[in-house]
């Protein structure tokens, strides 16, 4: 396993919830590091992405002013603190490494991926 991802569970509508994710073997200081979500039946879909240095972040429409992206290279995890929750945020989540140091929306920019964390919403 590249990355891991944890920290999801089942909360209520307009709960938060805080994803974590870790490279056990690597480090991916230099690298852009991105969160997707993929809900049952639907396409894997970009979420948020944080630079090399935690100096530029990007998100999904969807999720603006509701999530945050960040780093801690010491610990060497990336975090997604969601709040507001919707059930429409109910979905896996996976997050990757880039192949470079600034992120993008497409998948195909990332290199390592981690197993995912489910995320529930409940109504």
């Known amino acids: 396993v590249q990355l891991q991802a944890s920290g999801g569970g089942l909360v209520q509508a307009g709960g938060s919830l805080r994803l974590s994710c870790v490279a056990p073997r690597r480090t991916f200081s230099n690298n852009a590091v991105g969160w997707f979500r993929q809900a049952p039946e639907k396409e894997r879909d970009f979420v948020a992405t944080?630079?090399?240095?935690?100096?530029?972040?990007s998100y999904a429409d969807s999720v603006k002013g509701r999530f945050t992206i960040s780093r801690d290279h010491a610990k060497n995890t990336v975090y997604l603190q969601m709040n507001s929750l919707a059930p429409d945020d109910t979905a896996v989540y996976y997050c990757?490494?880039?192949?470079?140091?600034?992120?993008?929306?497409?998948?195909?920019?990332?290199?390592?991926w981690g197993q995912g964390t489910q995320v529930t919403v409940s109504s």
């Open positions: 990757a490494q880039a192949r470079g140091s600034i992120g993008s929306a497409s998948s195909s920019d990332y290199r390592y």
């Open positions: 944080i630079s090399w240095n935690g100096g530029r972040t």
